[in-house]
């Protein structure tokens, strides 16, 4: 008994001695060895399992250049999360239990050395501890957080500044996260730092990687591949390299040396990579060796021996899936001669045999929508383009010009079709019956054969699908295997109505319902603005020409006879499989051929409208509206027509074809406003500076409102009137001078602008404001004028305001409940590292959103608060969530701008301290200005506890059994833990 109290004192001195308050050769050793066999091996071991589950799950997006880390795909961001989450914690665990920050004591008599100071000056004396720091930055890192992750590089940098080894590791990682932010400058201003000094052979490794991952991102191809090429040959991980092979042979691809991007590819084989990546690096090959394919104008043998192969691999059930790459690779063998029919075929087998609605088959639509779009060929360039938009990235670069080609195709695509229709059906009508017949029938067989065509893929299909139910195991594993698809769905992100079919089919339902309607929110109301509530009503009523054919249906009591043979005529007519089907569209007579001219005319109008201000195809404009005028000359609209072509002679310096057009609108429409407008005087001078003039008089108009000077804001109002009808700021000048007249007494004048602006710029900024005036005014409420400023946008509330008059803006006084810290501030007011405006207002606010979580994480360990930024169009917010009461974020708003470097950085934004309950008022029925004023009678008097609550955790998490401490460091110092030991002290000198 008395042996095992000896023992048990004995362990407890040993272990008091160990405190991480001393440091001591016996405690250092003492903390390196627990930290690493306990909850640091605990964490690596998550950070690998993170590693591996990432590998597996990660899907490249190989019409791309891929990018160096799995990460940096969107779609493997969160896989690994839970095992990155763990290795977090463990090394948070780790750091706060192990950290040893005292100085040791020099007790030695002799002189002390460079080493002596360096190791004196040291901030960190565990030794083992940097590795748990690196562990926390990269299990960040790899999990996408990559602001926490940047501000954990950063520190580790500054806590070991004396450890080149160390230092230089956590800037090699800390450039490759600004690269992942995209933070360029920031990038290169670490990488261009470290070049000044000779890089430490354990560092040499992570500052290559580095390196060629920020000259990748950069485009800086050339100066990459040799990087990159060391870290292949460093790199012993098998999937990995084959990875960075298939990089190399992209990047070498892109310089244009093909034969060294096909050893990459080949080497990327030789690795032993997965299926898919070893497919597509076979698919990469061929295209490498297609600058070389062709001869003459034909394909010489190596290329006739790919196209043989890739064929060959079409035909392999292995390569069903991979279809549209296959026929994608094929048709780039044929664009090399060029052979563009033989091309376009390859491409269309591609996209109707594919399997998968993904990244390549969009790729092989975009490719063949391109092919189209220089062909002119409009209506199959709107085909491919529409399903492409639905299967493409929107972080592409060329998706911008994709999707406002599908936007005007949309638009363009059913006026050509239009003319094409109404031409052929009148050529058809001016046939001999025998001629229009068997033209018909043509297209009734065509029609035949794709229709059996389809019925034989959906046979194939089911037959398909039989087979493969017949192979299902259990009906354990059935269940099993659709619980790992669906989890690879929503790994994949994988939006059911991604599929083509159901975009296409959608898509002609609603134009059948609704028609061609703008993508804009409200879509749906003739109308957007806040007067137009009972316009989709009325749109939804029939027209009076409507009306009178359904009522005359209704009242018409056909003959039994008659109506037995009209609904087998109908029948027919309905069967486009039948000749009647097809006749009934042709125009025989007079009224039918007036009809059908209508059509054409108003589609050559909006055509050749397109074709000048969106495609700026002018010999496509000039085609379309050339005809118009030459062929309808009774066209109502054709004073419209005219000037369109008034515009496209002078842009194409055709001065006497535009000078005609003047003179025939003189001539032939003399009050039309298209004469008016190009008879002006100024009209030359308006096309050269209008834009600026009119900038100028609005500014002008503005300012003499504000001063209160309406009879200067009605006379720039009448030049604006006259000068600039169809200028930008027309409905804000509208606007002024109806706020202007309302100051000046007239409420009527003032509503009749306001309507104006509503019904005539309905899309306009100051559209809903007009609507709202309006709106008040047809619900009984009395116009009364006062100040108004447009660009003081706190003191702006939102539609909400009035749009329930019955709703109280009652403001809570709540103080224990959850409430955020908010930072509002108009973006292009942001001023951070010397540089404002609205070109950096983006990187500014990046960079914003960076120092707000540095600070988080470097002062409220214990705390874990949300960042999330919200944009309007005025003004912009970063709230800070996860405060319990007024006091915490009153405390938290204190401490921050405590800091002289955070006050000096947040200087140009609002700081706002609100509740969860008033938060949704703000900027709705209450105005910035309106809450400042209520926290400040309401709130801020309110006395605030001085206990330091932010350092309390908002959530108590009970240990695990690998955390315990098996040593029993838990009991350090007679087993009482002293405070503040479980937080972690980072001292005076962070920033």
Not at 44 to 63: C, I, P, S, V
Not at 179 to 195: H, N, S, T
Not at 581 to 595: C, G, R, S
Not at 675 to 686: G, K, M, Q, R, V
């Amino acid at each position: 008994m008395v042996s095992r109290l000896l023992v048990a004192a004995v362990i407890a001195v040993a272990l008091s001695a160990c405190s991480a308050q001393k440091n001591t050769a016996r405690s250092r050793w003492w903390h390196s060895f627990t930290a690493r066999y306990n909850t640091y091996y605990n964490g690596h071991q998550a950070f690998l399992e993170g590693n591996e589950q990432k590998e597996k799950g990660n899907t490249d997006n190989y019409t791309e250049q891929l990018p160096m880390y799995m990460v940096g795909n969107k779609k493997s961001q969160s896989l690994g999360k839970s095992n990155y989450d763990r290795a977090i914690e463990k090394s948070e665990k780790t750091i706060r239990r192990h950290s040893i920050k005292s100085k040791p004591q020099w007790n030695k008599s002799r002189r002390k050395t460079d080493k002596d100071k360096e190791w004196l000056a040291r901030r960190e004396y565990n030794p083992f501890l940097w590795r748990a720091w690196m562990l926390l930055g990269k299990s960040q890192f790899q999990e996408g957080a990559f602001e926490e992750a940047a501000a954990t590089f950063s520190y580790v940098s500054r806590l070991y500044q004396t450890q080149p080894a160390i230092r230089q590791q956590a800037q090699s990682w800390l450039a490759r996260t600004y690269v992942e932010l995209d933070w360029m400058y920031e990038a290169e201003d670490v990488i261009r730092k470290q070049a000044r000094d000779s890089i430490h052979h354990r560092a040499a490794r992570d500052w290559q990687a580095a390196q060629a991952d920020y000259l990748l991102a950069s485009g800086q191809l050339a100066e990459a591949v040799p990087l990159l090429r060391q870290v292949i040959q460093h790199d012993p991980h098998g999937y990995r390299k084959a990875r960075h092979y298939y990089i190399l042979g992209q990047v070498e691809a892109a310089l244009g040396h093909e034969r060294e991007a096909y050893r990459a590819f080949s080497r990327v084989q030789r690795q032993n990579p997965p299926y898919e990546l070893s497919f597509n690096a076979r698919i990469a090959q061929t295209e490498v060796m297609a600058a070389h394919s062709s001869h003459d104008g034909q394909l010489s043998k190596t290329a006739r021996r790919m196209v043989r192969r890739l064929k060959g691999m079409a035909r392999d059930d292995n390569n069903k899936e991979y279809l549209d790459q296959v026929y994608y690779a094929i048709g780039n063998i044929y664009m090399t001669v060029p052979d563009t029919l033989r091309a376009l075929d390859a491409y269309e087998q591609g996209a109707a045999k594919a399997t998968r609605s993904g990244l390549e088959k969009g790729v092989l639509l975009l490719r063949m929508g391109d092919i189209y779009w220089t062909m002119e060929r409009f209506n199959d360039a709107q085909r491919c383009y529409g399903e492409a938009i639905g299967l493409l990235d929107k972080d592409r670069a060329d998706y911008a010009q994709l999707a406002e080609r599908s936007k005007v195709l949309d638009e363009l695509v059913p006026h050509t079709d239009a003319i094409h229709l109404q031409d052929s059906l009148q050529q058809l009508a001016k046939m001999p019956e025998e001629q229009r017949l068997a033209a018909i029938d043509r297209v009734i067989e065509a029609l035949k054969e794709k229709e059996k065509a389809e019925r034989r893929a959906e046979q194939e299909a089911a037959v398909e699908k039989a087979g493969q139910q017949a192979q299902r195991q259990t009906g354990r594993n059935q269940q099993q295997n659709r619980q790992q698809t669906a989890n690879a769905q929503d790994k994949n992100g994988t939006w059911y109505f991604y599929n083509p079919m159901a975009v296409s089919q959608g898509k002609q339902t609603f134009q059948r319902i609704w028609g061609k309607r703008e993508n804009a929110d409200n879509w749906q109301r003739s109308n957007i603005t806040v007067v137009g509530g009972d316009m989709a009503a009325d749109a939804a009523m029939p027209t009076d020409e409507a009306a009178d054919s359904l009522r005359a249906a209704e009242t018409e009591t056909p003959n039994a006879d008659d109506e037995g043979k009209q609904a087998a005529n109908d029948s027919l007519q309905n069967d486009p499989h039948n000749r009647e089907y097809y006749l009934a569209q042709i125009p025989f007579t007079d009224e039918q051929v007036a009809a059908s001219d209508d059509i054409i005319k108003e589609a050559l109008l909006q055509s050749g409208i397109i074709f000048k201000d969106k495609l700026d195809n002018l010999p496509l404009a000039e085609k379309q509206l050339q005809r118009l005028h030459t062929q309808y000359s009774d066209y109502p609209q054709m004073d419209l027509a005219l000037y369109h072509m008034y515009l496209l002679y002078m842009r194409q310096r055709q001065t006497d074809r535009a000078e005609q057009c003047v003179a025939q609108l003189q001539q032939d429409y003399p009050q039309s406003e298209w004469t008016i407008l190009l008879s002006d005087p100024y009209f030359a001078e308006n096309q050269r500076f209008g834009q600026h003039i009119e900038d100028s008089l609005y500014a002008a108009t503005y300012q003499a409102f504000l001063d209160q000077r309406y009879d200067v804001v009605f006379q720039n109002a009448n030049v604006a009137n006259g000068r600039f009808p169809l200028g930008e700021h027309r409905p804000k000048f509208l606007f002024v001078e109806g706020l202007a007249w309302l100051n000046s007494g007239n409420a009527d004048s003032c509503l009749v602008r306001m309507k104006t602006v509503v019904e005539k710029h309905p899309q306009s900024d100051v559209a809903e404001m007009a609507g709202m005036i309006v709106k008040g005014v047809g619900e009984g409420r009395v116009l009364h004028g006062g100040s108004f400023d447009l660009g003081d946008v706190w003191s702006l509330r939102g539609l909400v305001a009035t749009q329930d008059s019955t709703q109280q803006d009652t403001l809570s006084v709540e103080r224990n409940t959850a409430f955020y810290f908010i930072l509002a501030y108009q973006p292009d007011s942001l001023l951070i590292d010397g540089a404002s405006g609205a070109t950096h207002a983006t990187a500014n606010e990046n960079k914003l959103l960076f120092h707000i979580a540095r600070y988080n994480f470097t002062n409220f360990l214990v705390r874990n608060f949300e960042l999330q930024v919200d944009r309007d169009e005025a003004v912009h917010r970063l709230t800070v969530s996860g405060f319990m009461s007024y006091d915490e974020a009153l405390q938290y708003a204190r401490q921050l701008y405590s800091d002289p470097q955070m006050a000096r950085l947040l200087r140009p934004c609002r700081r706002i301290v609100i509740s969860e309950e008033n938060l949704p008022l703000l900027g709705t029925r209450v105005s910035y200005n309106d809450y400042e004023l209520f926290y400040q009678q309401h709130l801020q008097p309110l006395e605030v506890s001085d206990e330091q609550l932010l350092l309390r955790p908002d959530v108590i998490v009970q240990p695990s059994e690998d955390d315990a401490d098996t040593q029993g460091e838990a009991d350090d110092d007679g087993g009482s833990q002293q405070p503040g030991d479980d937080f972690f002290d980072f001292g005076d000198d962070f920033f």
